[in-house]
């Protein structure tokens, strides 16, 4: 008989791999999974009940600006809270390192000068490392920082030189252990970068085993343009690619994801994408993003704190003004953009290899829903309530096939030997509570969530634990 850290008795294992539940205890011995099955005879420190509950590996947040989270809130309740335990960080373009100084939009995102502190990417992770968060880290690097650290203008392509070096920055994160590389080539920090100037620099991530990452160039009407040219970017620079947050904005283009998802599916190198459980996307306030959504919501001001949680089109009615003037005066602000059509997601969803990401933003004011509520409203309302897949489907697009496609080693499926990254949810009872009136509110459901063996999320409340870690990306993965 052995003695374990934790049992988990009783519960039925969802995997994470996509085959069908069983029922199984769980063993867990030095932050890995020590044994699988039938555990009867055996003790354990700590015995958790799972009967009746589900037992699933910690989820992937594959889309996150939790950057700065990590570090300034590091018991992560709005994820842990969902189930997630690893978190990848530094998307669309944006990441905290390495950037000294004060960041245009998008960069704030994150927030201003004072967050901006970390000259390289090992200073960050030396910063994690030394004071780790509750859920584990797979950081990319952003193109839109590195365009800020190493270009005095922002509106043109880069220059020979400027390629070089931002390709230098990010051979050091790299080597300080980055897993790849994000654009946000929709953002003005790089609208004016050229595939060219992409191709030369995701290039790098051929020779390493990285990840490329993009918020496309247009997600509207020129949605299939953009999909063709980062399709084209990853054969040409040779990397698996992911699109992030995949959709199509804009009423007049309510459709076409079908169109764009056949794209994906006749894509000749490896290709994959993420998606969030809702129809507004959420990003900066920026004026030229306000024609194609139907309504605004103002998630942060800085000069006018007191709109965020409003309707930009009220408050330019109560200002008397337009709303490009009323955006004006806002700035720097964050919205929310109605602007998806439900019949759209929902084949986003459904489309095998969709993995989940929940793009919340954690320091807006009155943030989209979505940063509380992505996973378990994936579990509830779109697996139990509309039955867009099985369970396993749900979370194996959460868990194992995320690992696989960010080549995050014994992760993301219960197996022995792997690492200890663990949810064990109520599957009746699971849902997200968030909604767009009040957005941070925890799930329901979540029963128990660990990190590396270290429970994290307990009867409703984070526990303070931080086992977090940073984790790198084991080369010749991506989406097959
Ligand atoms: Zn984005
Ligand atoms: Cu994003």
């Known amino acids: 008989m052995t003695v374990y850290d934790t049992l988990i008795r009783g519960g039925t294992l969802v995997d994470g791999t996509g085959a069908p539940r069983r029922r199984a205890d769980l063993a867990i011995q030095a932050g890995r999974i020590a044994a699988l099955g039938e555990l009867d005879g055996h003790r354990a420190s700590e015995t958790l009940d799972a009967r009746g ?12 600006h939790d950057d700065r989270a990590v570090l300034e809130t590091p018991a992560m309740p709005a994820k842990v809270s969902q189930g997630v335990t690893t978190v990848v960080t530094g998307n669309c373009g944006v990441s905290l390192a390495p950037l000294l100084g004060e960041p245009p939009p998008p960069l704030n995102l994150l927030g201003g000068r004072d967050w901006y502190r970390f000259e390289s990417f090992a200073q960050y992770l030396d910063a994690f490392n030394a004071a780790p968060a509750a859920v584990n880290i797979a950081p990319l690097v952003g193109h839109s920082t590195l365009r800020v650290a190493h270009m005095d203008e922002l509106q043109r392509p880069a220059t020979t030189g400027e390629i070089s070096s931002m390709c230098r ?7 300080a252990g980055a897993i790849g590389f994000s654009t946000g080539l929709a953002y003005p920090t790089a609208s ?18 990285g990840i490329y990452t993009t918020h496309m160039r247009d997600e509207g009407d020129h949605l299939l343009e953009s999909v063709a040219e980062t399709l084209e970017t990853g054969r040409r620079a040779g990397v698996p690619v992911v699109i992030s947050h995949h959709k199509a904005c804009g009423r007049r283009n309510w459709g076409r994801l079908a169109e764009s998802l056949s794209l994906i599916a006749n894509a000749q190198g490896p290709v994959a994408f993420d998606v969030y459980p809702y129809t507004a996307s959420s990003t900066v306030l920026l004026a030229s993003f306000l024609d194609q959504a139907e309504k605004v919501l103002v ?8 709109c965020a949680g409003a309707v930009l089109q009220e408050i330019a009615a109560a200002w008397d003004c337009g709303l490009e003037e009323t955006a004006a005066r806002l700035q720097p602000a964050g919205a929310i953009y109605f602007q998806m ?12 290899g969709a993995m989940i990401g929940s793009d919340g933003l954690p320091h807006d004011v009155h943030p989209h829903p979505r940063l509380w509520g992505t996973f378990p409203r994936i579990l509830g309302h779109y697996c139990r309530e509309l039955g867009l897949f099985s369970l396993e489907e749900a979370v194996h697009r959460m868990s194992g096939r995320p690992a696989r496609v960010f080549g995050l080693r014994e992760r993301g499926s219960l197996a022995v030997g792997h690492h200890a990254d663990i949810t064990v ?56």
Not at 169 to 175: R, W
Request: aromatic letters at 6%; a negative charge; glycine letters at 10%.
């Open 299 to 306: 998630t942060w001001s800085e000069p006018h704190p007191e």
């Open 53 to 64: 509950l589900v037992v699933a590996p910690g989820f992937i947040d594959v889309h996150t």
């Open 425 to 480: 949810f109520d599957p009746q009872a699971v849902i997200d509570l968030a909604t767009f009136e009040q957005p941070t509110l925890a799930a329901a459901g979540i029963h128990s969530v660990l990190t590396n063996g270290w429970c994290v999320w307990r009867a409703g409340e984070a526990t303070g634990a931080r086992p977090g870690q940073v984790l790198d990306r084991a080369a010749g993965n991506g989406p097959a």
């Open 192 to 209: 004016a970068a050229s595939a060219d100037e992409v191709v030369a620099i995701a290039g790098l991530l051929a020779a390493r085993g």
């Open 169 to 175: 920055s990010l051979e050091d994160a790299l080597d």
């Open 341 to 352: 059509d439900e019949g759209d997601l929902q084949s986003a969803l459904r489309y095998p």
